[in-house]
C-alpha cells in the first residue's frame, strides 16, 4: 500500500478500522433502488407457499424489517395471491420494546384489491437505519403471499412475525400488546 505525504502506519490502521465494512459486509445494506423487498429474507421475490389466507379479518399483522442504512422508502406492498374484493391497509410502526411494533411511523392508506400479484401504495417514508415494522389489517380474509423456508424467526419466539386484533379502519398508534404468529407473509417495501 502506498502512503501519501505525512501518512503514518498507525494511521492507516485506525482509518482501517474505522471503516466497520472493511471485513464484514452487512448484505442488508446492499439494496438496490426500485426492487421490492420482503421482510425478513434478503431476496427481491416471494418464496415458499403461494398463498395462504389471513387468519382472520379484523386482525392487525406486522412483520419485521431491518433496514442497514438510511433510505427513503417509496412503496408499501403486499403480495396477493387470491382476492374477493376485500380492502386492505398497509403502513410501517417503529420497533417497540421486546421485539414489538411500537409507534405508528406512516399509515398508506387503503387499497381494494382487484386483482392478484403485488399489490402497492405509493409512499414517502425516510426511514434511518433501524428495524422497523410492515403492517398489514384487512376486512376481509385475502391470500397473501407466504414464506416457508427462507424466514427468520423473531429472536427468542421461534416465530415470524405479530398480531393485534383490530377493526378495520385507520391503524392504531401505538400497535398494541402483540402476540406472537407462526406464518409469515409478505408485506414489504421499495427504496426509491
Known amino acids: 500500500m502506498l502512503k501519501l505525504a505525512g501518512e503514518t502506519n498507525i494511521g492507516i490502521l485506525e482509518a482501517h478500522e474505522a471503516d466497520l465494512d472493511a471485513h464484514t459486509r452487512n ?6 433502488t426500485t426492487a421490492i423487498y420482503y421482510p425478513p429474507q434478503i431476496g427481491t ?3 415458499g407457499a403461494t398463498g395462504t389466507v389471513l387468519d382472520a379479518a379484523n386482525r392487525l399483522f406486522a412483520m419485521p424489517f431491518p433496514i442497514a ?5 417509496d412503496r408499501i406492498v403486499c403480495n396477493v395471491t387470491v382476492q374477493a374484493g376485500q380492502k386492505i391497509r398497509m403502513g410501517i410502526y417503529s420497533n417497540g420494546v421486546n421485539m414489538a411494533p411500537g409507534t405508528l411511523l406512516l399509515d398508506a392508506g387503503e ?4 386483482g392478484i400479484g403485488e399489490i402497492a401504495i405509493t409512499i414517502d417514508q425516510a426511514l434511518p437505519k433501524g428495524l422497523y415494522w410492515v403492517a398489514l389489517v384487512s376486512d376481509g380474509t385475502p391470500a397473501i403471499r407466504e414464506v416457508n423456508t427462507n424466514c427468520l424467526p423473531l429472536p427468542g419466539s421461534g416465530t415470524n412475525g405479530v398480531y ?13 400488546a402483540a402476540n406472537f404468529h407462526y406464518r409469515a407473509w409478505f408485506f414489504g417495501l421499495r427504496f426509491s
Request: net charge positive; no cysteine.
Open 69 to 73: 442504512v438510511d433510505r427513503t422508502a
Open 111 to 114: 387499497v381494494t384489491l382487484s
Open 27 to 32: 448484505l442488508w445494506e446492499v439494496r438496490r
Open 45 to 47: 421475490r416471494p418464496g
Open 164 to 176: 393485534v386484533a383490530h377493526t378495520y379502519g385507520a391503524l392504531p398508534d401505538p400497535f398494541g
